[in-house]
T-cell receptor, first 114, second 116 residues
Framework: AQKVTQAQTEISVVEKEDVTLDCVYETRDTTYYLFWYKQPPSGELVFLIR??????QNEISGRYSWNFQKSTSSFNFTITASQVVDSAVYFCALKVGANSKLTFGKGITLSVRP | EPEVTQTPSHQVTQMGQEVILRCVPISNHLYFYWYRQILGQKVEFLVS????????KSEIFDDQFSVERPDGSNFTLKIRSTKLEDSAMYFC??????????????FGPGTRLTVT
């Protein structure tokens, strides 16, 4: 069975601070996909990024960066120079196989104070 | 930019009533999903649908639930006899199935269901 653990529940930072959101996953499959979704106060789920298990290349996209480490089963997400608009709940999710469901973590509530 | 739409945005119903939640997936997508999120909790998978049949369902998706794609555009979730514990945000999602973006599930804005 698949499992996603987001040990942090709430994080509060001051604007312009960097913040890292942790995600640890469990699966026995060798092919899997990892995702981060953002849920702003309005409630919708916004897709941020996908990583495949066979692609450990980390990426930076603007103020966002991701660190995928298969050795520790972690897929962490960093926001650089946080802004108030980054305040949201962030979910890490795992999918095994091309067609299957997403298994979500419990989410991390990020509050960015001005 | 194409997006998944859901109606209504908020549905209030009495316990025991039937509700139908509607979704219009992105037009060229092939895989469809329903998830739910009880207030303050994580998002949980309910069911996936492909080629006009259910491909996977969770323990939550019991006989009270059903899904249908009645035409080429809509994808519906029906709850036959609602219970208080069905109160949640219900998200529809769709996925292309082919191409570079084949693996991303794109979510609709959700329908908040309140059972009284």
């Amino acid at each position: 069975a698949q499992k996603v653990t987001q040990a942090q529940t709430e994080i509060s930072v001051v604007e312009k601070e960097d913040v890292t959101l942790d995600c640890v996953y469990e699966t026995r499959d060798t092919t899997y996909y990892l995702f981060w979704y953002k849920q702003p106060p309005s409630g919708e789920l916004v897709f941020l990024i996908r990583r495949n298990s066979f692609d450990e290349q980390n990426e930076i996209s603007g103020r966002y960066s991701w660190n995928f480490q298969k050795s520790t089963s972690s897929f962490n997400f960093t926001i650089t120079a946080s802004q108030v608009v980054d305040s949201a709940v962030y979910f890490c999710a795992l999918k095994v196989g091309a067609n299957s469901k997403l298994t979500f973590g419990k989410g991390i509530t990020l509050s960015v104070r001005p | 930019e194409p997006e998944v739409t859901q109606t209504p945005s908020h549905q209030v119903t009495q316990m025991g009533q039937e509700v139908i939640l509607r979704c219009v997936p992105i037009s060229n997508h092939l895989y469809f999903y329903w998830y739910r999120q009880i207030l303050g909790q994580k998002v949980e998978f309910l069911v996936s649908f492909y080629n006009n049949e259910i491909s996977e369902k969770s323990e939550i998706f019991d006989d009270q639930f059903s899904v249908e794609r009645p035409d080429g555009s809509n994808f519906t979730l029906k709850i036959r006899s609602t219970k208080l514990e069905d109160s949640a945000m219900y998200f529809c999602a769709s996925r292309a199935g082919t191409g570079v973006w084949a693996y991303e599930q794109y979510f609709g804005p959700g329908t908040r269901l309140t059972v009284t």
